[in-house]
C-alpha cells in the first residue's frame, strides 16, 4: 500500500489530484518521485491564526510588510531589522494555495513601499498608493518562493536552501527597484544598519547588498528556528553561527584604508528661507554664515543644493561677491546651482550643477547632476504624465541630465584634494560614489535639499547614506543640505563632529581623515548582486531538471 507524503493527498477516484487537498494544504499534482535527493512539496501549516484569505490577512499583510520602516531614520530600530520581517514570513508559510502566497507577498510589498515612502504624501497625495501597488508586485514571486521553502515541514535540504534564496529574491527586488525611474535605491535593507559598526565593515566587503543579504538571512533562519523539524533547525542554526563567524571574519580581517592627512572642511547651512527674494536672501545668509570661518586655515567650503537660484546665477555680479568670499575665508567654495545654463555639448536647459569657486571665480570645474528625481525634476512620459503637474508638486519644466562624473581637483595651496561631487539622492546610488573613488576622489561631497519634508524622517534617511557610502569605498563623506540634516563621516561609516539639525542655521567646520588603499568593495563592486542573482538561477535549473525527471516517457504507438 502506498505511503503518502506529508501534503499530498489522493483525490477521488483513487489519483492525486492537481488542486489543493481537502484540508486546504497545497498537495495534489503528479505521484511524487521518492527516489533520494527529491523533496515533496511544502505543505501549509493546518494550524492557522489567521483565516486563509479575507480583509483580516490582507490587513496582516500590510502591517506585517510595514514594520521594517521602523528600522530605518527617524526612529532608527536598526536591531528590529533582524526579526521584522519575521511576521510577514510566517504569514506566508501560512498560506495555502501559490496564489494566497504572491497575494500575501504583494501585500506585503504595498505595505513596505508606503510605510518606507510615506513622507511622499504631500508630494504624490493619492499616487503613493498606486506607486505601492505598482512596486509591491515585485514581492508576489518573492512570496511564492518564501512559500515554496518555508512551507509545510521543510528539510534540512529544502531549510539551507532557504536561508541562501529568499534573501537572494529580497535582493534581486533591492536591485529592480534601485533603477532611477522606479524611485532609486532608497529603502534597502541593508541601509537600516548605517550606525552599526559591524555591518558598516561588512558593507567594506560587498556593499549595502551583502548587508541586506545578511539581514534578511538572519529573519529566514529564525523563522525556521520556530517553525521546522529538528533536521530543519539544525541547518537553519548551523548556517546562521556559520553567518555570525563570517561577520566576525570580516571584522578582524578586511582590508582598510589607512590615514594619510586631514583636511578641514567648512559645511554652511542657511536654513528654511521661503517667501518673497528668499532666493537672494538665501545667497545673503550663506555670506555671513561663510564668513565666520574666515582664519580658520579652512580647506574647502560646502553650501547645499540649489543654494544659488536662477536669479541669482544670472546676475553678474554673483560670481564676484563669490569669488571675494573665496579670497577672504581663504578657502574654494563648491556652491550648487539650479538654474538655466548651457553645458560643454552646447546643450540649454535648466541644469542642477555642482560649481567650484575660487579667488578668481568660477574655476571651470562644473559637475551637472546626472540621475534625477521622477516627478520632482522631470516627469517621465511628459506626453502622458504631464497631467500630474496639476494635482502634486511634479517639475513643470524638465531639468537635462549631465553625461558624466567629475572629480574637481583643488589648488596645490590645498594640497591638490580631489573631491567627488553628487547632487540630492545620487548619494543612494552605491555604483556613483564607487566610480568617483576610482577616478581618484579623496572626499565624497554630496549637496542635498530636502526642505520640502523638512518635518518628516526624509532628512535623517537622507543623512544616514553617506555612512554607508563612506564605509563602502573608504573615503570620507560630506553631506551638505540647505535646512538639514547636514553630516560629516569618516573613511568607516563613523560619524564625524555633531550634525547640523533640521533648525538649524549655522556654518560647522570638520577635521576630515584623508586615506589611501581600497576596500574589498571598491576592488570587486556589486559581487553579492551577482552571487544572489547566481543562487536563483541555480535554484530555478534545479527546479527545472526535477520537473523534467518527473515527467513521465512518452509511450509507444
Not at 586655515?297 to 554673483?318: C, K, M, N, R, Y
Not at 562624473?405 to 584634494?417: C, I, Y
Request: proline letters at 8%.
Amino acid at each position: 500500500m502506498r505511503r503518502w507524503w506529508p501534503g499530498e493527498r489522493p483525490a477521488p477516484g483513487g489519483r492525486t489530484g492537481s488542486g489543493p487537498a481537502e484540508d486546504g494544504t497545497p498537495g495534489g499534482g503528479p505521484p511524487q518521485d521518492r527516489t533520494p535527493g527529491h523533496e515533496p512539496p511544502p505543505a501549509a501549516s493546518t494550524h492557522r491564526v489567521l483565516p486563509a484569505s479575507g480583509w483580516i490577512r490582507w490587513l496582516a499583510a500590510l502591517l506585517a510588510g510595514a514594520l521594517p520602516a521602523l528600522t530605518f531614520p527617524a526612529p532608527s530600530l536598526w536591531w528590529l531589522a533582524y526579526v521584522a520581517l519575521v511576521p510577514w514570513l510566517l504569514l506566508i508559510r501560512s498560506a495555502g494555495t501559490v496564489r494566497r502566497a504572491a497575494l500575501d507577498g504583494w501585500i506585503g510589498g504595498i505595505g513596505f513601499v508606503i510605510a518606507v515612502h510615506h513622507w511622499l504624501m504631500p508630494s504624490l497625495h493619492v499616487f503613493i498608493v498606486l506607486l505601492g501597488a505598482l512596486l509591491g508586485l515585485l514581492w508576489a514571486p518573492w512570496g511564492v518562493l518564501a512559500w515554496r521553502l518555508l512551507g509545510g515541514r521543510p528539510s534540512a535540504r529544502r531549510a539551507a536552501a532557504a536561508v541562501v534564496a529568499v534573501p537572494s529574491g529580497w535582493l534581486a527586488i533591492e536591485l529592480v527597484r534601485s533603477w532611477e525611474g522606479l524611485g532609486g535605491p532608497w529603502g534597502l535593507l541593508g541601509a537600516s544598519q548605517w550606525e552599526v559598526a559591524p555591518a558598516l565593515r561588512v558593507a567594506s566587503v560587498g556593499g549595502v547588498w551583502l548587508v541586506s543579504l545578511l539581514v534578511v538571512a538572519v529573519n529566514t533562519a529564525l523563522v525556521l528556528l520556530v517553525t521546522a523539524r529538528t533536521g530543519a533547525r539544525t541547518a537553519a542554526g548551523v548556517l546562521l553561527v556559520a553567518w555570525a563567524l563570517a561577520v566576525t571574519g570580516v571584522w578582524a580581517w578586511a582590508p582598510q584604508p589607512v590615514t594619510t592627512g586631514t583636511a578641514r572642511i567648512a559645511v554652511v547651512q542657511p536654513g528654511v528661507i521661503a517667501g518673497p527674494d528668499s532666493v537672494e536672501r538665501r545667497l545673503a545668509r550663506g555670506e555671513e554664515l561663510t564668513r565666520t570661518v574666515a582664519g580658520g586655515d579652512v580647506d574647502l567650503v560646502v553650501w547645499g543644493e540649489s543654494s544659488i537660484g536662477a536669479g541669482a546665477w544670472q546676475d553678474p555680479g554673483t560670481a564676484r561677491r563669490l569669488a571675494a568670499l573665496s579670497r577672504e575665508t581663504g578657502a574654494d567654495l563648491l556652491v550648487n546651482v539650479d538654474a538655466r545654463q548651457t553645458d560643454g555639448s552646447g546643450r540649454s536647459g535648466i541644469f542642477k550643477s555642482a560649481v567650484l569657486v575660487g579667488p578668481d571665480g568660477p574655476t571651470g570645474d562644473r559637475y551637472d547632476k546626472m540621475r534625477l528625481v521622477p516627478f520632482g525634476e522631470y516627469v517621465p512620459a511628459r506626453a502622458l504624465l504631464g497631467w500630474a503637474t496639476s494635482v502634486g508638486r511634479a517639475a513643470g519644466e524638465d531639468r537635462l541630465r549631465g553625461d558624466r562624473q567629475v572629480v574637481m581637483v583643488l589648488p596645490d595651496g590645498d594640497r591638490g584634494l580631489r573631491i567627488g561631487p553628487l547632487v540630492c539622492f545620487e548619494s543612494a546610488f552605491p555604483d556613483m560614489s564607487r566610480q568617483l573613488v576610482r577616478d581618484g576622489a579623496q572626499v565624497l561631497v554630496a549637496q542635498s535639499a530636502t526642505s520640502t519634508f523638512q518635518e518628516s524622517w526624509a532628512p535623517a534617511q537622507h543623512a544616514s547614506l553617506g555612512a554607508l557610502r563612506a564605509a563602502e569605498n573608504g573615503r570620507p563623506m560630506v553631506h551638505a543640505t540647505l535646512t538639514g540634516i547636514s553630516a560629516v563621516y569618516g573613511p568607516r561609516g563613523e560619524r564625524i563632529g555633531e550634525p547640523l539639525g533640521t533648525e538649524a542655521s549655522a556654518a560647522a567646520v570638520y577635521d576630515v581623515p584623508l586615506t589611501r588603499g581600497t576596500t574589498l568593495y571598491g576592488r570587486l563592486g556589486d559581487w553579492a548582486v551577482y552571487g544572489a542573482l547566481a543562487a536563483l538561477a541555480a535554484l530555478c535549473a534545479a527546479e527545472g531538471l526535477r520537473a523534467l525527471r518527473k515527467r513521465p516517457a512518452p509511450g509507444r504507438p
